[in-house]
């Protein structure tokens, strides 16, 4: 607010959009918020509209006219709020328009991707620095929830941020109890949990298959379940979801395309039935449990033979260069892209036919994609349900002339004049079906007028789409000029690598408390032990500890008269894990009602 430049380490669920979001609308202008998240670009957006406060997003899959009219929009001041993938920053019609908006701030979501020492690192995000240079007084604010010291410094570093203001909340989450249990028979040992924990819930799941068949299980033995995966048509996805927020269904198996901007705090446990890649990811995905502050469950069952997989799926992440330039002469090739075209568009991909196409191999094909991605070559996007848009082309005389030489499309112009306001000058989402129903004809027929009004340039009509896009961000490359950065790629399988064995370090852990192995990961190093994870409290029956509590609870008792005394004033100050101790003495003396506490956390004897 003050125009300093601002850095805010702010776990999930800690309300990092509000970050952004009250100062846009505090100040005069345009924020510019960069995301490289299309489906939570859309959610805020919504989420935002229905608050009627004036936001717009821009990613692939919109026409270059809809990326038009929405720069035009944020130029003239209609937005407050622009959401852009990072892509985007080094267009010419970006750049071009940025220039002339009057922005007040720029916010950077997911900051962490900003750096190659990251667990997602996103090239694109370089080019943020690039661009201040526009409106080199406009403070940036870099925000995400998953960041080892080492990338804080390279958020600093490479967003260019002066002397940045920097927020850390604590990465403990006091009211998270993390269990890790290795366990051969995982699906009746999630039913146990289950029975247990009630509430809301979600698993995840490595592969679509495995949510499906976890799924029926859970259904078989009583549980209301249901299964998602960025497979499942948008219809499907949205139904799905809405049925889990609405509790009408208790648990939702899912990959790890499931969860990012869900609004649902009441999750009562998170169970993953897979190891994550990362900690990053792990502290991502469990921390979607317990956002209502109240004690929420995070659960990771595993095998040996996990431990085993993930190693060797670490190992097929970096294919050889020779494999990588076959899958990008193959992506180029089947949507048909000449050498020298291509740069900065869009093409639906589905992997599955792109990999029979060719006879690849999908997982070698995937990672060679993503590290194509990394190179700065192309973006993969994940698929995200886009409803179909118009918007009309003409001004109102050419409009009326156009209905005097063509009586039949008349029905239809006022039935989209009539259902969608803001129709002449914006793109509207519009439904085939209700303007069929109020046309009284089929939804076919309704198609074809569009399309036909479309071709005669009386209105831009795009149809629906819910599939993934692959963006080429270059031209297509010979392949002597595709140039594969070796020594980036070897810093990268460092990093993974590492990443790995944090990971493996936390699943096979019994000595340290496990809130304090994140703490200590993310830069904490003041952790203290939760008292309340699987390790602290297999440390709490060991027979050290049951004396020292029965020592506490007899020096409690003695001090504590028939008058209230603070709770405070009986906890030892010497020393940290004597004080859990005391604490776990009263918490005891209270159920047996020996003791009783007031409003004010002060203690007197039953």
């Keep these: 607010m003050s125009g300093r430049d601002t850095v805010g380490l702010l776990p999930t669920g800690g309300g990092k959009s509000l970050c952004f979001q009250i100062p846009a609308l505090a100040k005069e202008g345009i924020c ?19 608050r009627d ?4 997003a821009i990613f692939s899959g919109l026409t270059y006219h809809e990326i ?9 001041g209609y937005y407050k709020l622009l959401y852009v993938s990072p892509e985007r920053l080094k267009t010419e019609l970006f750049i071009e328009r940025f220039k002339r908006m009057k922005v007040n701030l720029i916010a950077v979501d997911e900051a962490h991707c900003v750096s190659q020492w990251g667990y997602d690192f996103r090239p694109p995000y370089l080019e943020i620095a690039e661009i201040r240079k526009h409106h080199p007084e ?47 028979a995982k699906f009746p040992k999630l039913m ?36 998602y995966h960025a497979g499942l ?49 792990y502290y991502q995905e469990a921390g979607r449990a317990g956002r209502d502050g109240h004690m929420a469950y995070a659960v990771l069952l595993y095998t040996a ?48 036919t792109f990999c029979r196409a060719f006879n690849l191999d999908a997982n070698i094909a995937l990672n060679a994609l993503k590290i194509l991605e990394q190179s700065g070559y192309m973006q993969l996007s994940e698929g995200v349900w886009m409803p179909s848009r118009a918007v009309f082309r003409v001004d109102k005389p050419t409009l009326y002339r156009f209905e005097v030489a063509h009586s039949e499309f008349v029905p239809i112009i006022k039935a989209l004049l009539r259902m969608y306001g803001g129709i002449l000058d914006h793109y509207s989402k519009i439904n085939e079906l209700q303007l069929a129903r109020q ?18 340039k009386i209105i831009t009509y795009v149809p629906a789409s819910d599939q993934p896009t692959v963006m080429l961000l270059t031209e297509r490359l010979h392949d002597d000029n595709l140039y594969l950065n070796e020594r980036y790629l070897a810093q990268r399988k460092q990093v993974i690598t590492r990443q790995l064995k944090a990971m493996t370090d936390y699943v096979e852990n019994t000595d340290a408390c496990r809130q304090m192995m994140f703490c200590r990961y993310f830069g904490e190093t003041e952790a203290i032990p939760c008292g309340q994870c699987d390790v602290c409290l297999e440390k709490k029956k060991q027979p050290e500890y049951l004396q020292s509590l029965v020592e506490a609870q007899n020096d409690i008792l003695q001090k504590v008269g028939s008058s209230w005394i603070k709770m405070v004033d009986l906890l030892p100050q010497d020393a940290y894990f004597k004080a859990e101790i005391y604490k776990d003495a009263i918490r005891m003396l209270l159920d047996e009602k020996q003791l009783e506490m007031n409003e004010k956390n002060e203690l007197k004897k039953l």
């Design 32 to 50: 510019i918020v960069v995301s490289p998240l299309i489906a939570l670009m859309k959610d805020q957006v919504a989420q935002l509209k229905k």
């Design 138 to 184: 406009v403070p940036v604010l870099a925000l995400t929830a998953s960041a080892t010291p080492e990338v804080q410094e390279d958020i600093v570093t490479k967003l260019a941020l002066k002397k940045p203001a920097i927020f850390k909340k604590s990465f403990a989450r006091p009211n998270l109890r993390f269990v890790v249990r290795q366990e051969a």
């Design 68 to 76: 038009d009219v929405i720069l035009d929009n944020c130029q003239f």
């Design 233 to 281: 048509n948008a219809a499907e996805r949205n139904k799905k979801q809405e049925a889990w927020m609405q509790r009408q269904t208790q648990v939702i198996v899912c990959t790890n395309a499931f969860g990012m901007g869900i609004d649902k705090s009441d999750v009562r446990w998170v169970a993953h039935v897979d190891v994550p890649d990362s900690m990053e990811a």
């Design 439 to 456: 046309l009284n004809c089929s939804a076919e027929t309704v198609t074809r007028y569009l399309k036909m009004l479309h071709q005669h």
């Design 305 to 352: 033979a996990d431990i085993a997989a993930l190693q060797e799926k670490n190992e097929l992440k970096f294919p050889a260069a020779a494999v990588i330039k076959r899958v990008y002469n193959a992506l180029c090739n089947h949507f048909e892209v000449a050498v020298g075209s291509g740069q900065m568009r869009s093409y639906p991909f589905d992997i599955v």
């Design 192 to 227: 146990e949990i289950i029975s247990k924990l009630k509430g809301s819930g979600i698993v995840y799941a490595r592969n679509r298959n495995k949510t499906r068949e976890l799924a029926m299980y859970l259904q078989k033995n009583g549980i209301s379940a249901d299964f």
């Design 53 to 56: 406060i004036r936001a717009a």
